[in-house]
């Protein structure tokens, strides 16, 4: 499509379909901080919301009777930011946002799970800061171990949490052939440094000392299977 093409394109389009947009995490933050009238909503369940949600979000949750009524309240001039779990309540409350005459809409693409997956600023979570490993020690079990999978995770990361049942699992299941540890990614700041990592979960496996695979973001138990018996 040409340049010309195109304008014409969006001079026809109507303005809700313009203006609603599904972005990824990074610019979805970065349009919320630049956005100092912004609307921020969190469309889960009550319940949800208390296990952890983005700063200064207000819950109005998508499924409830009186979502409608919520929705009326807000500024129709002003940027409403929307986003749910992992994105498809989203699209629901965007769809009744623009009919409802909402037409700066902006949804966050893969919700809540993408967001702490990679490491944005989360508000209503328990922290463990307390260090557990540092490089030293952790090297230390590395060169001593044939093979040792190491988990880096948080408690309010939603993949992490997913994932942490089959992490469970595998560590007893695998108790004497592999290592499986955790590191948390909010107290053990040396480990996060020295493997450069910036988007949890982050799946590091070595063999006889040396890092021969790294898997970011959830991993299904079939693939952690495979990485602990290298079949």
Known sequence: MNRFALITLL??????LILAQTIPADTFKIRLDATPNAQLLDVRTPGEFAGGH???AQNLNVQSADFDAGVAKLDKTKPVFIYCLSG??????GARLK?????NVYELQGGYLKWTAKMLPVAGVQRNTTPTWTSARLNSLIESQPVVLVDVYAAWCGPCQKMKPTIEKLTQEFAGKATVVMVNADADKEI?????VDEIPVILLFRNGKLV????GYQEESRLRTLLTGN
């Open 99 to 103: 009919s409802m005459g909402y037409t």
């Open 88 to 93: 498809g309540r989203t699209k629901t409350a």
């Open 213 to 216: 695979s790294r898997e970011i």
């Open 54 to 56: 983005l700063p200064d």
């Open 11 to 16: 001079l026809i389009l109507p303005v809700s």
């Open 192 to 196: 996060m440094k020295q493997y450069s």
